[in-house]
């Protein structure tokens, strides 16, 4: 009889961490939705604006679009301003050839802090954040959450080890633990563990002190970004 009755504290418990974890992600994707519609129709003149900018300095497409992997390990297209000359990747190939350094560069964080690629308006897009802003679609269709683990490329999953499991029960985020915690300044498995910790540790309330410490950190902060 007392294993009978172990057994059923320990459904009862389960039960009631898949009733918590449901309330979660309802909240959650209504946050999302609410949220990404308020941010649209406020900055709407803004993003008008930068895509026109865009489109004088260097032309079209207006939006990159990049495939990322989400939750389940379903691909998406995630959405961004382009913030990189239209021959960004032939351009890439020829400076990761030529240049050692900046090879080294690429392979530790995937990314260059001198970026020869953007183009006139990008740097300020970049620095500013605003280039995330399409990003808002994509939480709309479900893609994305506003809050969540950074998104990923397929040549990335590699680097989680173990720690993919997490990242895959998960949407990925516009802000995140990462981009509130000095992003510049940490090394990948920084950022893996920040994913990690996100994941052991989400709440509501977690997600809330996160979207109001990003609107800090864009207000005051650009150095950090």
């Known amino acids: 009889m007392l294993y009978a009755y172990d057994d059923t504290i320990k459904q009862g418990l389960e039960l009631r961490r898949v009733r918590r974890f449901r309330s979660y992600f309802a909240l959650k994707r209504t946050f999302d ?20 900018c865009i489109l004088i300095s260097d032309g079209r497409p207006v ?98 080890g173990e720690c993919i499991n997490d990242y895959l029960l998960m949407k990925p985020g516009i802000t995140g633990l990462w981009q509130v915690s000095g992003r510049n300044d940490t090394s990948y498995a920084e950022r893996v563990q920040l994913d990690v910790h996100y994941f052991q540790n989400r709440t509501m309330l977690l997600d809330l002190k996160i979207v109001w410490r990003t609107v800090g950190v864009f207000l005051f902060d650009q150095n950090g970004r």
């Open 63 to 160: 939006f990159f679009r990049q495939k990322r992997i989400g939750r389940d390990g379903r691909v998406f297209e995630c959405l961004k301003f382009r913030t990189m000359r239209r021959d960004a990747d032939h351009l890439l190939k020829e400076l990761l050839e030529k240049n050692p350094v900046l090879l080294q560069e690429w392979r530790a964080c995937q990314k260059l802090r001198n970026d020869p690629r953007i183009h006139s308006i990008g740097h300020f897009l970049r620095i500013s954040s605003l280039d995330e802003l399409p990003q808002f679609l994509n939480v709309l269709r479900g893609d994305m959450s506003v809050v969540g683990p950074r998104p990923i490329v397929e040549d990335e999953m590699a680097r989680y």
């Open 33 to 52: 939705v609410v949220f990404s519609v308020l941010v649209i129709l406020f900055l709407l003149p803004a993003i008008a604006l930068i895509s026109l």
